[in-house]
């Protein structure tokens, strides 16, 4: 699902959180986040493992999410992957293609803070 070439430029705590996703391999995705990591996910915050596994079970291996990773940029300690999603949560009102940008931070082999939000498209004038 993922272009290999992507993910080869991805730390490896970033490239596992991938590979669980796809898997819906929930005991893998939450170990992959440090004890005191925050995921804000489009614009609601879990803070900590047990409420990142609770956002987990529910939101992530619950909804079958998937990502097709798209694009990868690092910017100032900051991994920031652009993903093509999918699964089974409701769509009423997202596009028949949901993009979503992840913002990714890594320390000592965990992902520390997971920011996922909808971007629109860059206006004309930027």
Same mark, same amino acid.
């Given at each position: 699902?993922? $272009? @290999?070439?992507?993910?080869? =430029?991805?730390? #490896?705590?970033? %490239?596992?959180?991938?590979?669980?996703?796809?898997? !819906? $391999? @929930?005991?893998?995705?939450? =170990?992959?986040? #440090?004890?005191? %990591?925050?995921?804000?996910?489009?614009?609601?915050? !879990?803070?900590?493992?047990?409420?990142?596994?609770?956002?987990?079970?529910?939101?992530?291996?619950?909804?079958?999410?998937?990502?097709?990773?798209?694009?990868?940029?690092?910017?100032?300690?900051?991994?920031?992957?652009?993903?093509?999603?999918?699964?089974?949560?409701?769509?009423?009102?997202?596009?028949?293609?949901?993009?979503?940008?992840?913002?990714?931070?890594?320390?000592?082999?965990?992902?520390?803070?997971?920011?996922?939000?909808?971007?629109?498209?860059?206006?004309?004038?930027?």
């Amino acid at each position: 699902m993922t $272009d @290999a070439n992507l993910t080869a =430029a991805l730390p #490896a705590p970033v %490239a596992e959180y991938v590979r669980a996703c796809n898997a !819906f $391999d @929930a005991d893998a995705l939450s =170990a992959v986040f #440090a004890e005191d %990591a925050l995921v804000n996910d489009i614009r609601r915050e !879990f803070r900590g493992r047990p409420a990142i596994r609770r956002w987990i079970d529910r939101e992530i291996t619950g909804d079958k999410v998937t990502l097709d990773v798209r694009g990868v940029r690092h910017q100032h300690g900051t991994t920031i992957v652009d993903a093509l999603v999918d699964g089974e949560y409701d769509k009423t009102g997202l596009p028949a293609e949901l993009f979503l940008t992840h913002y990714f931070n890594v320390a000592e082999g965990h992902l520390t803070q997971l920011i996922i939000i909808h971007n629109s498209a860059t206006p004309a004038w930027a």
